[in-house]
């Protein structure tokens, strides 16, 4: 079927990208499907809102972003690197509508509260994205396989990093692709911070396409430097900051906890989540998944405020009235010092299973390629003026420093009250020898 095109450019209004452009009929259509227009209703941060009062933008934005700088880098090469004959690793523009589409409809799986439900209903929003997209009872497959019969499962298998264009798989998924550039200037306008601001048009402009995927010419390396450096910055800053952290504990014993009491048969019928119920019993569909958003999520959690059991009831109320748990730092050598701590946190009246938790945050500013990782990365090349391919961190100092390097921290998350210095609080014994472990066993507060 021929391409349709809008009879005249749609656009979206933008605070990162100023104007989205779309020219396709089956852009704006999957636009509008439900199941794009759910992605609204999902923060793209999650609970980091609680901490960085601006972030209250969505899925939905961010995959708007990230299908307007796919279309950029389109227009990009087949302005000024269009195949020739083939075979010569330059674009081909009929590549077009499956990479704007991939780009458009890759974080289309996303749960609510994303992460964390992922986390405690085992859950894959890469496999539910697939899904989606290829599902027959979906509006979103219907309106793909109007462009042909088999369009779903091509813009499935680019999500899935198995298409055989390594340049449209680039684009959305690599070391520097259009997902991370989008959410770092995004997160950072949001946040109100700078950390994640680089060179976004320079970076556009020295790309490359070449047969293996995409490369950067030499010149543009420092543009390239800069955007790694911006990523190392807010995963530091604003992705691992233990508040947030804090509030990602208690939604997690939250829902921890509605499932147990669910498991053992105690959850009050006038409270049941009746969208909740298919996740606890590990049986739902695609239509259970599609019903939840962050909203429905909330709307539980109100009604949990009154709810008997004192444990979901209090978690709800931490959770909707901002109340995160602590934390310290803790390493290998100061570990032995946790179960201490628990007991502690039992003594004082606080169940351990619900108010202590261990977390680490690591992540990989850069890593080299390696065929023989679990998942190998996509390393980022440099374009010398000769053609031939340097990989960047052999060329840059700066970038060969983060390199391989996981950066990030452990911590130990528990009630503030435990910092209480109130002498004559009910628990001041407890609280003290707890303070105490703390400064003994050299754990870092925030």
Sequence with gaps: ?????????????DPVHNYIHVRHQVILDLINTPEFQRLRRIKQLGVAAEVFQ??????????????????????????????????????????????????????????????????????????ITRQIVTDPSTNVCRILR??????????????????PNPQVVQMISS????????????????????????????ILRVMRPYAGGIGFDANGMHA?????????????????????????????????????????GKFDASFAPRLLIPFFKRDFTLQDYLRLDDGVLNTYFS?????PDPVLADLADRFLSRRPLK?????????????????????????????????DSFDLPYDQYDPSAANPKTQIEIIQADGTLEELSTLSRL????????????????????LDTDAEAANAKVYRTFQQYLLNGALIRP
């Design 1 to 13: 079927m021929p391409i349709q095109y809008l009879p005249r450019e749609k656009v979206f209004r």
């Design 54 to 127: 601006g972030a209250e933008h969505t899925r939905f934005t961010h995959s708007l972003g990230v299908y307007e700088i796919t279309r950029q880098i389109c227009d990009n090469f087949a302005a000024n690197y269009p195949t020739q004959t083939a075979g010569d690793g330059l674009w081909d523009d009929a590549e077009r509508l499956v990479a704007l589409c991939a780009a458009l409809l890759h974080d289309i799986g996303h749960g609510a509260y994303s992460h964390t439900f992922e986390h405690i209903f085992n859950t894959d929003h890469e496999a």
């Design 146 to 163: 109007q462009v042909a019969p088999g369009f779903p499962e091509k813009v499935a298998s680019v999500i899935a990093h198995t298409y």
């Design 175 to 202: 070391q520097i692709d259009a997902d991370r550039m989008d959410y770092l200037l995004r997160d950072a306008y949001n946040t109100g911070t700078k950390y994640g601001e680089f060179d976004l048009t320079r």
């Design 224 to 264: 390239v430097e800069d955007y790694i450096v911006s990523r190392f910055q807010m995963y530091q800053q604003i992705y691992f900051h233990p508040v947030s952290r804090g509030m990602e504990m208690i939604l997690t014993h939250l829902l921890q906890r509605a499932k147990v009491l669910y498991e053992a």
């Design 303 to 307: 009604y949990w405020l009154d709810y």
């Design 327 to 359: 934390s310290v730092t803790f390493t290998e050598a100061t570990a032995g010092l946790l179960p201490k701590l628990r007991d502690l946190v039992q003594q004082a009246g606080f169940d351990p299973t619900y108010y202590t938790a261990e977390n």
């Design 399 to 418: 970038v060969a420093a983060l390199s391989g390097q996981a950066v990030g921290d452990k911590r130990f998350y528990f009630p503030k009250v435990m």
